[in-house]
């Protein structure tokens, strides 16, 4: 995962370890020996996540974290400490000023980079939801600030096997938080009551009885109802291989037995914060998505909004040096479909396509109508070959099942693909669709029914 990390300490030597660890990892690392130095250069290199030490002169962490999370540009970058502060009030200091996490020197690596990587991920998700509200207001969409007003409330369901513990937990969060707290002694349980409301937050012991909590963690993680809930895992002190493995099936913090239960409720707050905020953005960006940038047939965006996001990434990839890759795909012989069985079962057809394509792709993929029968998908963070792969799993999921009308018709239908990637910073956005279409061009006189990716000779051949 690409990504450009800050990494802040006055001590040169922590900071060169630091770098040596994050550049052999393929992260991007830039350094800054001070708070102030860290505040201008978080301007500047724009991270997608900040290594903080607390133990610094002049302005300590504590207080550049939190006038980073004041700063509406850049409050939503996660902020790591990291510091020889090991008091459970030092943490608790932390996570108040907005850090994501705080780890004691040294670190252990395999929970550091684990933490990385699930932080970056987040943050991704957030740039996505960001870019999406932003195009919005360019196309004149009324997407209000989402800067301010956020509260630390919600649904909260804590899972693990000893009742009385998990009951006393759930008192450490309503007596500090609006939150509405459920508890449950096995996975199941607590699954089979997030399908009535998903919770907000998910808190999951390491083990429960004879389940593994973190088999629970990837369950709600690939469940449509509980994929945007926070997760937050128990473990045993010092289990940094089970945080590892939590944090990479997707769950969002953690907390080692024995609790303190002000930590744990900071814990708690800043993941009902993050996960307030972006069901606000989401909600926002869908709202003014329907009234003014969807196609009314199939709900996905329409090709001014395609158009407009995707020159949006190009830009961001000129800055970044991030991969940008664009799917344009055509229902194959699909006038054949409105002439023998009318435009209604056509339209049928078209609502259901778009429903397939967009369940093999990414939460940060954006599907969009082009025109017709022919859409587009922009793919962030894709080189041209992995495009190549997602494309293969939407031309298998159209041509393996029939089409089903309105009027019970069933209707068969392929579909051809080409794929095409970001290769200079010339590229716009009119240039890349041009050569994905060339590339669906190859397809279709290759047979239909395939994919072809852009300067791919094989194909063109």
Same mark, same amino acid.
């Not at 740039?127 to 999406?132: G, I, K, S, V």
């Not at 513990?165 to 509405?180: D, G, M, P, T, Y």
């Given at each position: #995962?690409?990504?450009?990390?800050?990494?802040?300490?006055?001590?040169?030597?922590?900071?060169?370890? /630091?770098?040596?660890?994050?550049?052999?990892?393929?992260?991007?690392?830039?350094?800054?020996?001070?708070?102030?130095?860290?505040?201008?250069?978080?301007?500047?290199?724009?991270?997608?996540?900040?290594?903080?030490?607390?133990?610094?002169?002049?302005?300590?962490?504590?207080? @550049?974290?939190?006038?980073?999370?004041?700063?509406?540009? !850049?409050?939503?970058?996660?902020?790591?400490?990291?510091?020889?502060?090991?008091?459970?009030?030092?943490?608790?200091?932390?996570?108040?000023?907005?850090?994501?996490?705080?780890?004691?020197?040294?670190?252990?690596?395999?929970? /550091?980079?684990?933490?990385?990587?699930?932080?970056?991920?987040?943050? #991704?998700?957030?740039?996505?939801?960001? #870019?999406?509200?932003?195009?919005?207001?360019?196309?004149?969409?009324?997407?209000?600030?989402?800067?301010?007003?956020?509260?630390?409330?919600?649904?909260? !369901?804590?899972?693990?096997?000893?009742?009385?513990?998990?009951?006393?937990?759930?008192?450490?969060?309503?007596?500090?938080?609006?939150?509405?707290?459920? *508890?449950?002694? @096995?996975?199941?349980?607590?699954?089979?009551?997030?399908?009535?409301?998903?919770?907000?937050?998910?808190?999951?012991?390491?083990?429960?009885?004879?389940?593994?909590?973190?088999?629970? @963690? &990837?369950?709600?993680?690939?469940? =449509?109802?509980?994929?945007?809930?926070?997760?937050?895992?128990?473990?045993?002190?010092?289990?940094?291989?089970?945080?590892? &493995?939590?944090?990479?099936?997707?769950?969002?913090?953690?907390?080692?037995?024995?609790?303190?239960? =002000? %930590?744990?409720?900071?814990?708690?707050?800043?993941?009902?914060?993050?996960?307030?905020?972006?069901?606000?953005?989401?909600?926002?960006?869908?709202? =003014?998505?329907?009234?003014?940038?969807?196609?009314?047939?199939?709900?996905?965006?329409?090709?001014?909004?395609?158009?407009?996001?995707?020159?949006?990434?190009? &830009?961001?990839?000129?800055?970044?040096?991030?991969?940008?890759?664009?799917?344009?795909?055509? /229902?194959?012989?699909?006038?054949?479909?409105?002439?023998?069985?009318?435009?209604?079962?056509?339209?049928?057809?078209?609502?259901?396509?778009?429903?397939?394509? $967009? %369940?093999?792709?990414?939460?940060?993929?954006?599907?969009?109508?082009?025109?017709?029968?022919?859409?587009?998908?922009?793919?962030?963070?894709?080189?041209?070959?992995?495009?190549?792969?997602?494309?293969?799993?939407?031309?298998?999921?159209?041509?393996?099942?029939?089409? /089903? !009308?309105?009027?019970?018709?069933?209707? *068969?239908?392929?579909?051809?693909?080409?794929?095409?990637?970001?290769?200079?910073?010339?590229?716009?956005?009119?240039?890349?669709?041009?050569?994905?279409?060339?590339?669906?061009?190859?397809?279709?006189?290759?047979?239909?029914?395939?994919?072809?990716?852009?300067?791919?000779?094989?194909?063109? $051949?």
């Amino acid at each position: #995962m690409s990504a450009r990390v800050l990494v802040v300490d006055d001590m040169p030597a922590n900071r060169k370890i /630091l770098e040596a660890k994050l550049s052999a990892s393929y992260y991007s690392v830039v350094t800054a020996a001070n708070g102030q130095e860290a505040l201008d250069k978080v301007q500047i290199e724009k991270p997608d996540l900040i290594l903080l030490d607390v133990m610094m002169p002049g302005m300590d962490g504590f207080e @550049c974290c939190r006038r980073l999370k004041s700063n509406p540009e !850049t409050s939503h970058i996660p902020v790591v400490m990291i510091t020889a502060l090991d008091q459970s009030s030092d943490r608790i200091r932390g996570l108040e000023a907005g850090a994501d996490d705080f780890l004691t020197k040294p670190p252990n690596d395999l929970a /550091l980079f684990a933490r990385v990587r699930s932080l970056v991920r987040v943050k #991704m998700m957030i740039d996505e939801l960001q #870019m999406r509200d932003d195009t919005l207001r360019d196309l004149g969409a009324d997407a209000p600030s989402l800067a301010s007003g956020i509260e630390p409330s919600g649904h909260v !369901t804590i899972v693990d096997e000893r009742a009385s513990r998990a009951q006393s937990l759930a008192r450490a969060i309503s007596s500090r938080l609006k939150a509405n707290c459920a *508890t449950f002694d @096995c996975g199941a349980d607590a699954i089979e009551a997030s399908r009535t409301i998903a919770p907000d937050l998910f808190v999951v012991a390491r083990t429960i009885g004879d389940e593994d909590g973190l088999r629970l @963690c &990837s369950e709600l993680r690939s469940s =449509n109802s509980t994929r945007q809930s926070g997760i937050i895992v128990m473990v045993d002190h010092d289990d940094f291989e089970s945080i590892a &493995s939590a944090l990479d099936l997707g769950a969002n913090d953690y907390i080692m037995r024995p609790v303190d239960e =002000n %930590e744990f409720a900071a814990r708690v707050r800043a993941q009902l914060l993050r996960k307030n905020y972006a069901d606000k953005l989401r909600e926002s960006v869908y709202h =003014n998505m329907r009234l003014a940038v969807t196609d009314e047939l199939t709900g996905v965006y329409n090709r001014r909004y395609v158009e407009q996001h995707l020159q949006r990434q190009i &830009s961001h990839c000129a800055d970044s040096g991030a991969a940008l890759s664009v799917m344009m795909l055509d /229902l194959d012989k699909f006038k054949n479909v409105n002439d023998t069985h009318g435009h209604s079962a056509g339209d049928d057809v078209l609502r259901d396509f778009a429903k397939r394509a $967009a %369940e093999q792709l990414r939460g940060v993929d954006l599907v969009g109508r082009y025109g017709g029968e022919e859409f587009v998908v922009v793919m962030p963070e894709t080189t041209g070959e992995a495009a190549r792969v997602a494309a293969e799993r939407v031309r298998k999921a159209v041509g393996e099942k029939p089409f /089903l !009308t309105q009027d019970g018709v069933e209707l *068969t239908a392929t579909v051809s693909i080409g794929v095409a990637e970001v290769l200079t910073r010339r590229d716009t956005a009119r240039s890349l669709i041009e050569r994905a279409d060339e590339a669906l061009y190859v397809s279709k006189r290759n047979g239909r029914d395939r994919v072809s990716v852009s300067g791919d000779n094989a194909d063109v $051949a």
